[in-house]
């Protein structure tokens, strides 16, 4: 098996990871300082948030320049050191590309406004609709809110279909290819072992981008065929590298049918499956959505790649803390309902961590995303002048959107910022909650009863216990209990509201929380060595 086929990947949101020079923006060296505490964790890989450098419109996700380090996270120099290091702790190192849009500060938006000869080509501009072409020329709204268009001083629009700071490429453009291309061999050229792609599913746009109209399924922006031939050429330039370069897709696309269709042998190597984060804290619903993506995956021979969190949505801890949907829901509905329902994040974060023994049996790579290990609750009242999410802005100030799961890490003591900046800092860039020193690293380390504590021992066992323990064998069917067999040993997890027996003369190798012999508690998850018979 190829490490990338069963990885655990840490993603380190760069910007709150940890603060090495005091400015309150987490960098480059102080990630470096904390290569350590990731290795201890047990985990595989990194996978950094964009590093490059950003006007900030989307926290780093408007590149101005794909082959430099963000000024404010440190320099090339470093990040190289930091690749170095990494390797040499046994980690590897995933980027994150983003080809759907540069920055309106990237010298082909520059020059494109200066509508210098051919540079509006490689971007989408349009002429505008209504008399006075003073409409936008099609119906596309932005993933953020408003209009995904917007118009430039001679009149002309451009399509974003994030925010205005974020013009989207045009991919058609033989240029545009070419520069990805190099940009990819620069980073691979550098030792960096992959690249997680941004909005793998949008590059390529419907001919003539039409407009959307009423159709909720099919997106005129996205998954459209096209888009695999570009893939198809990454993967050719990832093959030339050894040890083996790979590739992640960010794609959100209706259903595991679609998704596997970016994991056939010539393209990518994995895939999120975002569903795991879209779904309630039901044994029911569990069941199907691993039933499903494990089914995906295996039509085309790639690994399941399982997500409970990310930088774009609501922690678990806090999904987990309400009453819950009855089906798959999206993070816009559950920010909508913060303020109807009360938070219990003890039972949220009981729920996350039998989630995580859940994630981490199953077959397949898994993603935690920094502060998951900690029980990390989100923030979900930031005063509204802090926000700096554009979905806040573009919302029309409605959806609070993805600040509350960005916030900077608590490493260590009793008061902001925690150990995140070393003493007498400016102010963390977003503001941490009063009660997270309970939270931190260091109030965690020695606690065995922790959510680290837990990770580490998950992680720990999880190479012996399930890697190549092969497929996952239903061992009961009820809305309430999942448990499986995988190898030598099961998972068990009840989601349910009375405790479930557990079976006969089976012992417990890990539990996510207490439990009496013989049984398993509500909202508890436990590994259980269970000997193949032969
Ligand atoms: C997905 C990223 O994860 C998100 O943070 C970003 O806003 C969009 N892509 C646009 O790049
Ligand atoms: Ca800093």
New binding site residues.
């Given amino acids: 098996m190829q490490w990338w086929e069963s990885a655990v990947v840490y993603q380190v949101y760069i910007r709150s990871f940890a603060d090495d020079n005091g400015d309150g923006i987490g960098d480059i060296a102080g990630l470096r300082s904390r290569l350590p505490y990731l290795a201890a964790l047990g985990i595989d890989a990194v996978w950094i948030?964009p590093w490059y450098p950003s006007p900030m419109a989307?926290?780093g996700?408007?590149v101005s320049d794909y082959r430099g380090i963000e000024p404010s996270y440190g320099t090339l120099g470093e990040a190289e050191a930091f690749i170095a290091d990494a390797h040499t702790l046994g980690l590897k190192v995933i980027l994150?590309i983003?080809p759907?849009?540069t920055s309106d500060q990237h010298e082909w938006f520059q020059a494109a406004l200066r509508d210098e000869p051919g540079a509006r080509q490689r971007y989408l501009f349009r002429s505008g609709r209504g008399a006075d072409g003073d409409l936008p020329p099609n119906d596309w709204g932005s993933?953020?809110g408003g209009p995904a268009w917007s118009r430039v001083a001679d009149g002309s629009w451009y399509l974003h279909?994030?925010?205005p700071g974020?013009p989207d490429l045009n991919w058609e453009h033989p240029q545009v290819r070419a520069e990805f291309e190099d940009v990819l061999g620069f980073w691979f050229d550098k030792g960096v072992d992959g690249f997680r792609i941004?909005?793998a599913h949008g590059l390529v746009k419907a001919e003539g981008l039409p407009d959307r109209g009423n159709a909720k399924t099919t997106h005129p922006a996205f998954d459209q065929d096209g888009v695999h031939e570009i893939y198809r050429g990454w993967r050719a330039i990832a093959d030339q590298y050894a040890p083996q370069r790979v590739f992640i897709a960010?794609a959100w696309v209706p259903s595991s049918e679609r998704l596997a269709r970016y994991l056939r042998s010539d393209e990518l190597h994995t895939a999120f499956q975002f569903d795991f984060l879209r779904a309630p804290w039901r044994a029911e619903t569990l069941r199907a959505v691993i039933d499903d993506a494990i089914a995906g995956a295996e039509s085309v021979g790639a690994p399941p790649t399982w997500v409970l969190s990310?930088?774009?949505v609501p922690r678990t801890v806090t999904r987990y803390a309400r009453s819950q949907p009855a089906s798959l829901v999206e993070s816009e509905w559950e920010r909508s309902r913060w303020a109807e329902e009360q938070a219990d994040h003890d039972l949220g974060r009981r729920r996350a961590r039998a989630c995580a023994l859940l994630q981490l049996a199953l077959p397949g790579t898994a993603y935690v995303y920094q502060g998951e290990e900690l029980g990390l609750e989100e923030v979900e009242d930031l005063p509204d002048e802090v926000r700096q999410?554009?979905?806040w802005v573009q919302s029309g100030f409605t959806d609070v959107g993805?600040d509350g799961c960005r916030i900077p890490l608590p490493w260590a003591g009793n008061t902001a910022p925690y150990g995140f900046s070393p003493p007498g800092g400016a102010p963390t860039w977003l503001p941490q909650p009063e009660h997270w020193g309970a939270h931190s690293v260091a109030a965690q380390q020695d606690d065995v009863d922790s959510v680290l504590h837990l990770y580490r021992q998950a992680l720990a066992l999880r190479p012996g216990l399930w890697v190549e323990a092969g497929a996952v064998r239903w061992l009961v069917n009820t809305p309430e209990a999942l448990a499986f067999q995988r190898g030598a040993a099961q998972c068990w997890v009840n989601t349910g509201d009375t405790e479930i027996a557990l079976p006969e003369r089976l012992s417990v190798i890990l539990a996510s929380g207490p439990h009496a012999v013989g049984v398993l508690p509500p909202d508890t998850a436990a590994w259980l060595a269970a000997p193949c018979e032969s």
């Fill in positions: 948030n989307d926290a996700y408007d994150d983003v759907n849009h993933i953020f279909l994030f925010a974020q941004d909005v960010e990310n930088h774009d999410d554009p979905t993805r």
